[in-house]
């Protein structure tokens, strides 16, 4: 059963003053992963947000997405930009999955294989993540 937009934003509104807003400190201070934040979301369908309802999913659009995402970020930036990254995954994901990763994020679950801290770090270590040390052309 398919929500509407403002059952979406009622919904984000009341996680984000119930479960996010009260994490956002800790969460920034200690760097960590907003795992209750996530699983709130996640059970209330809103890691579904953008997949399609034929798999589970509440088939709304970026626009919405992005009205939750702006909500989110209000308390927590850091628990905003998991969301939107989420949101980014799950495009690719409904262009190029099987139906069962389809069914599995419409269901609230999240990338098991996304990088960790470590590999992340090391990617940034490559030559693309490197500060420039001159401008680039026509830049000034």
């Given at each position: 059963?398919?929500?509407?937009e403002?059952q979406?934003l009622?919904?984000?509104d009341r996680?984000?003053?119930?479960?996010?807003?009260?994490a956002?400190?800790?969460?920034?201070r200690?760097?960590?992963?907003?795992?209750?934040?996530?699983?709130a979301l996640?059970?209330a369908g809103?890691l579904?947000?953008?997949?399609?309802p034929a798999?589970?999913?509440l088939?709304?659009?970026?626009r919405v997405?992005?009205?939750?995402?702006?909500r989110?970020?209000?308390d927590?930036?850091?628990t905003a930009?998991?969301?939107?990254?989420?949101?980014?995954?799950t495009?690719v994901?409904e262009?190029?999955?099987?139906?069962?990763?389809?069914r599995?994020?419409?269901a609230?679950?999240t990338?098991?294989?996304s990088?960790s801290r470590?590999s992340?770090?090391a990617a940034?270590s490559g030559?693309?993540?490197?500060p420039?040390?001159?401008?680039?052309?026509?830049?000034?």
């Amino acid at each position: 059963m398919s929500r509407t937009e403002a059952q979406v934003l009622e919904a984000i509104d009341r996680i984000a003053r119930e479960v996010i807003a009260p994490a956002a400190e800790q969460v920034d201070r200690q760097g960590a992963f907003p795992r209750v934040a996530i699983d709130a979301l996640g059970q209330a369908g809103l890691l579904g947000l953008t997949v399609d309802p034929a798999v589970g999913g509440l088939g709304h659009g970026p626009r919405v997405a992005a009205l939750v995402v702006e909500r989110i970020a209000r308390d927590c930036g850091s628990t905003a930009m998991i969301v939107c990254m989420h949101y980014s995954a799950t495009a690719v994901l409904e262009k190029h999955a099987a139906e069962s990763v389809r069914r599995e994020v419409a269901a609230g679950g999240t990338c098991r294989r996304s990088p960790s801290r470590r590999s992340a770090r090391a990617a940034c270590s490559g030559r693309l993540c490197r500060p420039r040390r001159r401008p680039l052309r026509g830049s000034g």
